[in-house]
T-cell receptor
Framework: QKEVEQNSGPLSVPEGAIASLNCTYS??????FFWYRQYSGKSPELIMF????GDKEDGRFTAQLNKASQYVSLLIRDSQPSDSATYLC??????????FGKGTSLLVTP | DVKVTQSSRYLVKRTGEKVFLECVQD?????MFWYRQDPGLGLRLIYF???????EKGDIPEGYSVSREKKERFSLILESASTNQTSMYLC????????????FGSGTQLSVL
């Protein structure tokens, strides 16, 4: 069974700080990596995707991928209380569909 | 924007009932998926479809079936609902094979009593 692992949290950061969310995956052949944000009682929403090693930035969000270490991370700069949510890491491995981690709960405190 | 619409936000059914969950997407996406989400277990794939009238089993297909008669519509069927099928059901779509960006519907919280 291919695994996508995330620390369940909660990860608590003060407003304005950088939140760092991490994800590891077991299938070395994985090609595509996604971060979804899920607010309580809502459905997941795609916020970032990355295909190549290195960093990809979009506004306050940066996705980082290291295929050699089988590690993908999401950085949120200038964290806001509205960023408080569960963040799901998803990986397209050799299976037929996205494989999701169980998510990390982020709490941004004012 | 892609819109994925699930017919019901909340459903309450009795054990043994046949349950239909409907999902419609409006962006001509090829791929459609049904997941369930449970606390501590995350998102688990039930069934998916890459084309009209085509279906493939996901990781937990037991007790479920699906139908895709039209490209925009993907239905999940619980043949005989059981209490362990109480869950949040999420429908998703993606443009085509090789483009795995998923867009989710708002979800159906199903309670089986």
């Amino acid at each position: 069974q291919k695994e996508v692992e995330q620390n369940s949290g909660p990860l608590s950061v003060p407003e304005g700080a950088i939140a760092s969310l991490n994800c590891t995956y077991s299938d070395r052949g994985s090609q595509s990596f996604f971060w979804y944000r899920q607010y309580s009682g809502k459905s997941p929403e795609l916020i970032m995707f990355i295909y190549s090693n290195g960093d990809k930035e979009d506004g306050r969000f940066t996705a980082q991928l290291n295929k050699a270490s089988q590690y993908v991370s999401l950085l949120i700069r200038d964290s806001q209380p509205s960023d408080s949510a569960t963040y799901l890491c998803a990986v397209k491995d050799s299976g037929y569909a996205l494989n999701f981690g169980k998510g990390t709960s982020l709490l941004v405190t004012p | 924007d892609v819109k994925v619409t699930q017919s019901s936000r909340y459903l309450v059914k009795r054990t043994g009932e046949k349950v239909f969950l409907e999902c419609v997407q409006d962006m001509d996406h090829e791929n459609m998926f049904w997941y369930r989400q449970d606390p501590g277990l995350g998102l688990r794939l039930i069934y998916f479809s890459y084309d009209v009238k085509m279906k493939e089993k996901g990781d937990i297909p037991e007790g479920y079936s699906v139908s895709r008669e039209k490209k925009e519509r993907f239905s999940l069927i619980l043949e005989s609902a059981s209490t362990n099928q109480t869950s949040m059901y999420l429908c998703a779509s993606s443009l085509q094979a090789g483009d795995e960006k998923l867009f989710f519907g708002s979800g159906t919280q199903l309670s089986v009593l």
